[in-house]
């Protein structure tokens, strides 16, 4: 919710949390973990883009820093655990996984 004292985010505020959701998904190193967090920070935004009232403009903003916020924290828990074998989508050469 908005406070009286606090404007809506601006849009390059907006555009900045859109950035910085992607840059976070390419954190992950498995591919099916970086995809699904990528997809749904651009679902997330296409959902929102017709928001219209300050209120649920700043509500939807909060809970895209909440979302960055955790995206990150699971980002370095995951670079602990991460596989040491790359995804098959990831290979250049699907041959390499016969050798």
Not at 9 to 29: D, K, Q, S, V
Not at 56 to 61: D, H, L, P, R, V
Not at 83 to 91: D, G, H, N, Q
Request: zero cysteines.
């Amino acid at each position: 919710m908005v406070s009286p004292g606090q404007a809506a985010p601006t849009r390059p505020e907006i555009l900045g949390l859109y950035r910085a959701l992607l840059r976070a998904a390419r954190e992950f190193r498995d591919y099916n973990v970086r995809e699904y967090t990528k997809r749904r920070a651009i679902d997330g935004f296409r959902e929102n883009q017709n928001l219209t009232d300050p209120e649920s403009i700043s509500s939807a903003y909060a809970e895209g820093k909440n979302q960055l916020a955790i995206a990150k924290r699971q980002a370095v828990v995951y670079s602990l655990y991460a596989p040491k074998v790359k995804s098959i989508m990831e290979l250049e050469n699907p041959a390499d996984l016969i050798n």
